[in-house]
T-cell receptor
Framework: GAGVSQSPRYKVAKRGQDVALRCDPISGHVSLFWYQQALGQGPEFLTYFQNEAQLDKSGLPSDRFFAERPEGSVSTLKIQRTQQEDSAVYLC???????????????FGSGTRLTVV | GDSVTQMEGPVTLSEEAFLTINCTYTATGYPSLFWYVQYPGEGLQLLLKATKADDKGSNKGFEATYRKETTSFHLEKGSVQVSDSAVYFC??????????????FGKGTHLIIQP
């Protein structure tokens, strides 16, 4: 597609429910990132994929968070047993280049706003 | 660890005013620096970037110069328009060979331009 597509746009979950957030990167993009943006804050790095390999998951806040990209294109961020502190906008970004390039840029999706009640 | 500090908002200006949004950083390595903009209801968009000291990034009338001596990357525009109203994020990325390189963002500055 022309841009990075994320779905759903909005998600309301009851505390304790599991959720799955989807990211469709730009076709052919090698790198894919997930970020978490709490209200009034800047985005914070969660995890990074190069094709299907998850090379960095150091930003995942707990073992309730899990991300996958099994075929190197679409990615899913799963949050188990959601808590109120998980409420945030989850952003996905992709890039046609692999990590390490100093000058390449990312294309961000519009995000999924998760509200845990 | 790496961090970015930018001036808190909201910043409210009149149309055609001069804009400065301050950004300073700390980094363990040699970072690339970015400004991203988020318009209401839209995703983050790259506004400009600079990859080495003294580089000037520019786009849509906005400019920022990579100042290594003051670890700063202040955003400026000579004459703002109502359409510039958005949230602006300063960010850095430390490039390390072979590793992942997620962006480190500041908290964002909400800019409001009044006609």
């Amino acid at each position: 597609g022309a841009g990075v597509s994320q779905s759903p746009r909005y998600k309301v979950a009851k505390r304790g429910q599991d959720v799955a957030l989807r990211c469709d990167p730009i076709s052919g993009h090698v790198s894919l990132f997930w970020y978490q943006q709490a209200l009034g804050q800047g985005p914070e790095f969660l995890t990074y994929f190069q094709n299907e390999a998850q090379l960095d998951k150091s930003g995942l806040p707990s073992d309730r968070f899990f991300a996958e990209r099994p075929e190197g294109s679409v990615s899913t961020l799963k949050i188990q047993r959601t808590q109120q502190e998980d409420s945030a906008v989850y952003l996905c970004a992709s890039s046609r280049r692999a990590a390490g390039g100093a000058s390449y840029g990312y294309t961000f999706g519009s995000g999924t706003r998760l509200t845990v009640v | 660890g790496d961090s970015v500090t930018q001036m808190e908002g909201p910043v409210t200006l009149s149309e055609e005013a001069f804009l400065t949004i301050n950004c300073t950083y700390t980094a363990t390595g040699y970072p690339s620096l970015f400004w991203y903009v988020q318009y209401p209801g839209e995703g983050l968009q790259l506004l400009l970037k600079a990859t080495k000291a003294d580089d000037k990034g520019s786009n849509k009338g906005f400019e920022a110069t990579y100042r290594k001596e003051t670890t700063s990357f202040h955003l400026e525009k000579g004459s703002v328009q109502v359409s510039d109203s958005a949230v602006y994020f300063c960010a850095l990325r430390v490039v390390e060979g072979g590793g992942a390189d997620g962006l480190t963002f500041g908290k964002g500055t909400h800019l409001i331009i009044q006609p």
